[in-house]
Each structure stands twice: as C-alpha cells, then as structure tokens.
C-alpha cells in the first residue's frame, strides 16, 4: 500500500525502482517483489525501454470510484463546524452553477449576534469574498468572458463595479490565496472565503467564514490562517495536490 500511495504523492508520472526504495527505506529486491504483486493486479505498469513504472488502469479505475462516491457536503461538514468553532462566526460553503455561485451549507455560532446566509440563493460572481473567490481562481479566459458577458451590479455601495479594479481585487486574492469583503454583497457583514479544488486543480467550491462587520473585521487577517487550513483539507479529500 505504500508503494502504491507513493505513485499518488510525488507528483511525477513514473518512479524507478531506486526511487521507491529510497523514498519509503525499502531494499531494491523488496520493491520488485511489490511491484510485480502491483503489476499482476494490473495497479501500476512498466515501461519495457526505461524500466519505470506507472499507475496502471485498475488504479485509475478505483480513482474514479472514489470520486463517483465523493459527497462535497459531507466532506465539509466537519470542517465547517470547526471552522465556526475556531473563529466563533458563521462558516459556509458555496459551489457555482454557470456565471453565479450559491450557498449549500452553512455552520452558525451560538451567538446573539451573528450572521445567516440564505441557502440556494444564487449571487454574480463579482460580489462578495466567496463569489470572488470563485472568479479570482478561473483561468484568465474564463474571467474575461465573465468580464465581457455581465455588467458589475451593485449589490451595495461597496460592490466593486468597475472592471479595472476588480481585475485588480482578484490579482491581489491570486496571490494570497483568500478573498475578503466588507459590505460588498451584504451590508453590515464582514467575510473571508477559500477556494476548495479537485484533483484536477479546479476550483470546485469555496468555504468562508463570515460574520457581523464591527466584530468580524479586525479579526479577519488572524481567522485567514484557519479557513486556507480547512480549505486545504476539504481539497486534499477530493484528490487534490498543491502543485
């Protein structure tokens, strides 16, 4: 098994027999031993010239049978709750249909004053931390589109509405990871929102974490480290690898 995981985790097409000793402190004649109990489950396969092996099509097979049985809803669940329980405000989860994003899921403190969201309410992409969150990790093209097909409404006084400066909003989410928003889809609310990414590096959902502005804001920054970790570990259930 962990030879196999190995294929999983390096990140590179093949491994060579030295690798796989080197890498899991095994000795070469004990990973031939596995790799030929792997090849007649057809689980990896070699290459006749180089002598390297791959992930064969009963791996790939069993791949996909995980993600044919993968509940996004479930897999969140748990880090939605520790998520409100970690910065104490609301956490939700969203997913996009076509140009506009919803939410699915939600987790809410047990404070007085605190923040709900309405669920299957869809909102344009270009409003709020969890919609920019959405629209900041498409590929470019697909922003453009975006861009050239839907006038920036103003969900408040504070949606940005320009493009010049939204083009600029989602470089600045690029390179932290995280959008945050203040006011933008939602008046007197404060959120930071993550994107969650499949195995094929999509952005597949987003978590935030959200919650009354004249609480929430200064607390924002610190709450970021906890909401990228959760993200991180809903991605890594769906198969994905930074990198």
Not at 91 to 112: F, H, N, W
Request: aromatic residues 4%; charged residues 25%; hydrophobic residues 45%.
């Amino acid at each position: 098994m962990d030879v196999l995981l190995l294929f999983g985790r390096v990140g590179r097409p093949d491994l060579g027999v030295t690798e796989i000793a080197a890498e899991l402190g095994l000795t070469k004649a004990a990973v031939h031993r596995i790799l030929t109990a792997l090849r007649n489950r057809d689980l990896v396969t070699v290459d006749p010239t180089t002598r390297r092996y791959a992930l064969g099509h009963a791996a790939v097979a069993l791949g996909r049978a995980y993600l044919a049985r993968t509940d996004l809803r479930a897999i969140a669940a748990p880090e939605l709750r520790r998520l409100s329980e970690e910065t104490g405000e609301t956490a939700t989860l969203s997913i996009r249909r076509g140009d506009m994003r919803l939410y699915v899921d939600q987790v809410v403190p047990e404070q007085e004053l605190r923040l709900e969201v309405q669920l299957g309410t869809p909102y344009p992409l270009h409003a709020g931390a969890s919609s920019k969150a959405f629209l900041a990790f498409l590929g470019e093209d697909e922003i453009e589109v975006y861009l050239a097909k839907h006038a920036l409404t103003a969900l408040t006084e504070k949606t940005i509405v320009e493009d010049a400066a939204l083009r600029l909003e989602l470089a600045a989410i690029q390179r932290r990871g995280y959008a945050t928003s203040m006011g933008e889809r939602q008046v007197g609310a404060a959120s930071i929102a993550a994107p969650v990414f499949d195995h094929d590096g999509h952005v597949i959902a987003v978590l935030s974490a959200a919650g009354p502005l004249s609480r929430f804001k200064p607390r924002m920054s610190e709450c970021a480290d906890r909401l990228l970790a959760a993200a991180a570990r809903v991605s890594g259930h769906l198969g994905y690898h930074p990198g």
